[in-house]
C-alpha cells in the first residue's frame, strides 16, 4: 500500500513541476515563480523520480522493438532528463542564466510531450477506465522526431474480469514518437484483449515497469496524423457527383417547364429520366400532405414513427456504454422504467411485423386471381421489384461509408477500439466482404466481420421476403392450409430457439448483469438469424391477409374491453418483465429465458396487430397532439390575437354585419372570430 502511494505522490510532483515551469514562462521567469519550480523539484530529486524516468533505457536491451524507435525513445529520455537536471541547478544556482534558459526551452518539447500523456484520472472508485490526455498538444507538438497520440491498452496482472463479465481493460493516452505507433506484425489474443495490431508503444511501456501499477501493456490504437484519398475514394466521389449534378440540372428543367411551359409534354422516355431526379417533383411528393390513397393502413405510419423514435433513442442513449466511467453506465438501468430504453429490442420486432403486414396486404388487397398466384412471371416481378428498390440505396450508402469512414478517424474512435471495434476493422470487412451485403448473406457467417453490421436487419427482412411466396401463395389457394403452415413454421421457431438456450446457454436480453459474457454469442446465434426472429414476421403475414378479408366483425364491447387490457398487459409484461434480470438482480433459468425470447416477441407482435387491426393508434395519437397543441399554442394564441385586436381597435362596439365591419379589417377578423360556433379544439 506504501509503494502505491509513493508512486502517485511521484506521479503528481511531475504535474507540479511542469505546470510550475510553464507558468514561470508567462510571468518573464520571475524569481519567485522560478523559486518555486526549483523547490519542487529538489523534492523530485529527492525522491528518486528522475531515476526513473532512466528506466527508458531499459528498452535498449529489448530486441523485439524497432531500432528507430529505440532511437527516438532515447531522444526523448534524454530531453526529458536534461530539463529536469537543467531545473535543478537554477535551484543551486538561485537563477537560470540565459543558457540554461535555452537548454529549457530547447527541451520543453519532452515536458509538453509528456504531459500530453493521460494522467490518474478522477473517478477511480467509479471505475473510470479511459484516461484521456492532450491530443492537440500532442499534434501541434515540434520535437527531433515525429510523434503521435495512442491509446496504450493494459489488463491487471491478477484480475481481468469482473464478476459481471466484463473485461478490465485500461485504455492510458500517450504521446509517443511515431516510429514505435507503426505497424510491426500480429499477436494472439491476451488476457482477452485481442492484439491484432502489435505496436512497439506497449513493449516500451512494460520496459518502465513502474512501481505499484500493477498493469500490462497489450496493445495501441493510434490516431492517424494523416488521411489520403484512394483511388477507391475519387471513383466514388466522382460517381456521386454525377448524380448530384443530375438532380441539380433535373431540378432546374423542370421547375422552368412547370413555370413557364406548363403544356409541354414530358411523356418522352428520355425527359422523363431526367426528371425522375427532379428534387422539385420528387419533394413535393415526399411532403404531400393530401388525402391517403384508399386502402391506406392509417395506423401504420405512428406506429412506424414510435418505432423509429424509439431506435434512434436506444442508440443514442447507448453510446453511454462507452463512457469512461463504468459504474454510473451500469446504474442507469436501476430505474423500473429504463427497461424502456435497456429492452428498446422489440422496436425491431415491430418493423418486421409491420414488413410482414404490409407484403401480405399488398398482395391480397389487390384480390389476385388463381392465374395470376401461379404465373412464375408475377413472383419473378416479386423478387425483382424488391431487389432493384432496396440494393442500390444500400449499396451507394455502403460504398460512401468506406471511402469515407477513414476521414471520421479521431481520439474518440482510438479509445473505445476494442470496445465496438476499429474502424481499420470495419473498412476491410467492407472492402473483403460487400459483396455478402448485396445478397444480402451477410448475417450468416458467425461471429466472422460484417460490412456495416447494422445491416442485419435489411438481410433478415430480405430472407424473410424470399421465403414469403410460400405462405402469401398458399393463404391464396389454400386459406386453412396457409395458416396452418403460418402456425407450424412459428412453432419449429419457437423449438429451435429453445435448443439454443440451452445449448449456448444465452442470455435473456442483450442488455444486463448477466449478458456481457455471451454478446457475440447471443447476436450470432439468435439475434440475427431469421429462423429465430421470423415469428412477428409470420404473424404480420396473418394479420395482412386479415385486414383484406373485408368489414370486421362487431364485437360485444365486453369483448373490445378485455382485448384491449389483455394486449396492454401482454406489451407491459413483454418490456417491463426482465427488468430484476437486466438489474442482475434476478438470475433466469435456461428454460425462463428461452420462453422469454420466444413468447415476448410473441406477444409483443400479437398485441402491436390488435392495435393495428382496431385502426386505433392513429385515432390516440390524433387526440392526444391535438389537446396538447390546443392547450399549448393555438388557445393561447387566438386569446393574444384577441387582445392585440382589442388594444388597436376603436372602442367596442356592436358589431353589424353591414360595411362598418367590413372598412374595418381589425374589427372583420374579430367579428368571424366572435361568429365561430365550433370550438377551435375539435375544429382542429
Known amino acids: 500500500m506504501e509503494s502505491k502511494l509513493t508512486s502517485r505522490r511521484r506521479r503528481l510532483k511531475i504535474h507540479k513541476i511542469i505546470s510550475s515551469y510553464m507558468f514561470s514562462k508567462f510571468a518573464e521567469d520571475s524569481p519567485e515563480f522560478i523559486k518555486n519550480v526549483v ?6 530529486n529527492s525522491m528518486g523520480l528522475v531515476e526513473h524516468f532512466s528506466s527508458f533505457s531499459r528498452i535498449k536491451n529489448t530486441t523485439d522493438v524497432s531500432e528507430q524507435c529505440k532511437a527516438d525513445v ?14 535543478v541547478e537554477c535551484r543551486v544556482n538561485d537563477g537560470c542564466t540565459d543558457e540554461q534558459k535555452k537548454i529549457l526551452d530547447e527541451n520543453m518539447y519532452a515536458v509538453k510531450q509528456i504531459d500530453a500523456f493521460g494522467k490518474l484520472p478522477a473517478g477511480i472508485l467509479e471505475m473510470t477506465l479511459i484516461s484521456s490526455g492532450s491530443y492537440t498538444e500532442c499534434r501541434d507538438l515540434i520535437a527531433p522526431y515525429n510523434v503521435q497520440y495512442c491509446y496504450a491498452d493494459a489488463v491487471f496482472d491478477n484480475q481481468t474480469n469482473t464478476a459481471i463479465g466484463m473485461n478490465m481493460g485500461v485504455k492510458i493516452a500517450v504521446c509517443m514518437p511515431r516510429s514505435c505507433s507503426e505497424e510491426v506484425g500480429h499477436l ?13 508503444i506497449p513493449k516500451v511501456i512494460n520496459s518502465l515497469d513502474i512501481e505499484g501499477i500493477p498493469l500490462n501493456f497489450v496493445h495501441s490504437n493510434c490516431v492517424p496524423t494523416s488521411v489520403k484519398p484512394t483511388t477507391a475514394f475519387w471513383i466514388f466521389m466522382s460517381f456521386m457527383a454525377v448524380f448530384v449534378v443530375w438532380a441539380i440540372v433535373a431540378t432546374i428543367v423542370d421547375f422552368v417547364l412547370s413555370v413557364y411551359y406548363p403544356k409541354k409534354s414530358r411523356e418522352s422516355t428520355a425527359m422523363r429520366i431526367l426528371l425522375s431526379y ?8 415526399i411532403l404531400e400532405t393530401g388525402p391517403d390513397k384508399p386502402g391506406t393502413l392509417k395506423s401504420l405510419a405512428s406506429i412506424r414513427f414510435i418505432s423509429m423514435t424509439w431506435v434512434v433513442a436506444g442508440h443514442t442513449l447507448g453510446q453511454n456504454a462507452f463512457s469512461d466511467s463504468v459504474l454510473p453506465v451500469l446504474s442507469l438501468w436501476n430505474p423500473f422504467l429504463s427497461t424502456t430504453i435497456t429492452n428498446a429490442f422489440f422496436s425491431v420486432d415491430t418493423f418486421f411485423l409491420l414488413s410482414g403486414i404490409l407484403v401480405s396486404y399488398i398482395f391480397f388487397k389487390s384480390k389476385p386471381s388463381a392465374r395470376f398466384v401461379k404465373n412464375p412471371f408475377t413472383w419473378v416481378m416479386f423478387y425483382v421489384h424488391r431487389y432493384l428498390r432496396l440494393t442500390p440505396p444500400i449499396m451507394i450508402f455502403i460504398g460512401f461509408y468506406t471511402v469515407i469512414l477513414p476521414f471520421t478517424n479521431g481520439p474518440w474512435t482510438a479509445s473505445v477500439e476494442g470496445i465496438v471495434g476499429s474502424l481499420e476493422d470495419s473498412i476491410e470487412a467492407c472492402q473483403k466482404y460487400w459483396w455478402r451485403n448485396l445478397l444480402y448473406i451477410n448475417n450468416l457467417f458467425g461471429n466472422s466481420p460484417e460490412c456495416y453490421p447494422v445491416a442485419w436487419y435489411l438481410a433478415v427482412d430480405t430472407q424473410l421476403y424470399v421465403v414469403a411466396p410460400v405462405f402469401l401463395i398458399t393463404l391464396a389457394l389454400w386459406p386453412i392450409l396457409g395458416v396452418a403452415l403460418l402456425v407450424l413454421c412459428g412453432a419449429a421457431s419457437v423449438a429451435y430457439v429453445y435448443a439454443i438456450t440451452f445449448r449456448d446457454d444465452l442470455p435473456a436480453t442483450v442488455v444486463g448483469a448477466f449478458a456481457f459474457q455471451k454478446t457475440s454469442d447471443f447476436f450470432s446465434e439468435y439475434y440475427e438469424k431469421p429462423w429465430t426472429r421470423c415469428t412477428p414476421y409470420l404473424i404480420g403475414l396473418g394479420v395482412g391477409y386479415l385486414l383484406t378479408m373485408g368489414r370486421k366483425p362487431k364485437l360485444h364491447w365486453s369483448v373490445i374491453s378485455s382485448s384491449w387490457a389483455i394486449a396492454a398487459a401482454v406489451a407491459l409484461a413483454s418490456l417491463y418483465g426482465p427488468h430484476r434480470y437486466i438489474k442482475g438482480d434476478d438470475n433466469w433459468s435456461e428454460f425462463i429465458r428461452s420462453t422469454y425470447n420466444n413468447f415476448s416477441r410473441i406477444g409483443w407482435a400479437l398485441a402491436v396487430s390488435w392495435y393495428i387491426y382496431r385502426v386505433i393508434p392513429v385515432v390516440v395519437l390524433s387526440y392526444i397532439f391535438a389537446f396538447i397543441w390546443s392547450c399549448l399554442f393555438e388557445v393561447p394564441v ?20 353591414n360595411h362598418n365591419i367590413n372598412n374595418n379589417p381589425h374589427e372583420r377578423i374579430y367579428a368571424y372570430d366572435k361568429q365561430q360556433k365550433e370550438p377551435y379544439q375539435i375544429r382542429f
Open 638 to 657: 387566438v386569446k393574444l390575437e384577441k387582445m392585440l385586436i382589442e388594444s388597436i381597435s376603436p372602442a367596442k362596439k356592436e358589431v353589424k354585419p
Open 188 to 200: 494472439p489474443s491476451i488476457d482477452g484483449i485481442q492484439a491484432d495490431r502489435s505496436y512497439d
Open 39 to 44: 523547490v519542487e523539484t529538489k523534492v523530485l
Open 278 to 285: 427532379s428534387v422539385y417533383t420528387n419533394g413535393a411528393a
Open 74 to 87: 532515447a531522444v526523448f529520455e534524454k530531453s526529458l532528463l536534461t530539463f529536469f537536471e537543467t531545473l
